[in-house]
């Protein structure tokens, strides 16, 4: 078999959605590295799917019994101009036919995942798993996950206590348990236990807490609001809702309703009439104590994020 001369640059890059060829272009480029006496060992081909590897093996075969057909010469011209070879005869691509099936168990077009067992099995001892390993299927996976929840429950290997355990979900939840103990921590595990193992722990303190607004302050800030007359009666409105949002703590709807989510936005008008820059500067204390209420919860949160996958891990 003749080697041509062709260029194997390995940085090609094949950007398409589904159906517009993708495939055809990755045969191309098979064609292109064997054609050009790459040696069938040294070719790794890879993809997400099984289903789309075989279809790329199925399809490099296919074209090249089509085109190694002597009874249709022009197959073997039509594949050559495609790929841009020159003239590649029917007998060339017979002969990379027989030596293509004649070595496919040297022809690594699979999964990325296939390939990631296949090297950690080879270099089992290099980075320290045990005799016997496997991937675990999702029911495996969901059993042992559950097995270290009830493990860390029980506290037979940790030094925190069950309520310890009780206090970080009820913080995760904003202050409430909804749901059983034993689902939450498995919700957060799921979710998170990946991310806390790509993470320094520096990256779940990056958070500060913001100052503290006092009670008095506050109250302060709410009698300076209710002191404003207005001539709209929906400002009134508005205002005495924000107040009660205040006084409840309801934070989350404090800053998006009302006079203070235009505040907030930077929008000093409501019903297209503007808002007073001294009303505004009146609520300036209940919005930094909303803002400090607020980050201070995604804070804790966190940090109890970070708490609760350290027991688990």
Known sequence: MTSLNLSTSPFISVRASAGTGKTHSLTNRLLELLLGGAAIEDIFAATFAR???????????RR???????????????????????????????????????????????????????????????IGLPAGWSIGNERTLTRLRRMAIQRLLVGDTISNTTADLATLIVQLNGGRLAIGLEKSIEGIVTSLAG??????????????????????????????????????SRFTSARDSDIERARALHW??????????????????????????????????????????????????????????SLYT
């Open 64 to 126: 090249l019994a089509i085109a190694a057909d002597s009874s249709n010469p022009r197959m073997a011209e039509t594949l050559s101009a495609e790929l841009a070879l020159g003239t590649v005869n029917t007998e060339t691509f017979r002969d990379l036919l027989v030596k293509v099936t004649a070595s496919l168990d040297q022809l690594m077009i699979g999964t990325l995942d296939s390939f990631f067992v296949s090297w950690a099995g080879s270099s089992r001892f290099e």
């Open 195 to 232: 991310v806390f193992r790509d993470t320094l722990p520096a990256a779940w303190n990056c958070l500060t807490l913001p100052p503290e607004i006092s009670s008095q302050d506050i109250s302060t800030a709410m009698l300076e609001v209710l002191a404003f007359s207005f001539t709209d």
């Open 252 to 309: 989350d709807d404090f800053v998006q309703k009302g006079l203070v989510a235009k505040i907030v936005s930077g929008d000093l008008t409501y019903y297209s009439k503007p808002i007073d820059s001294d009303v505004a500067k009146a609520y300036r204390p209940l919005i930094e104590a909303a803002r400090s209420a607020l980050v201070g919860r995604i804070v804790q949160k966190t940090r109890a994020m970070h708490d609760m996958l």
């Open 51 to 61: 289903k789309a590897a075989g279809e790329i093996l199925v399809r490099l075969l």
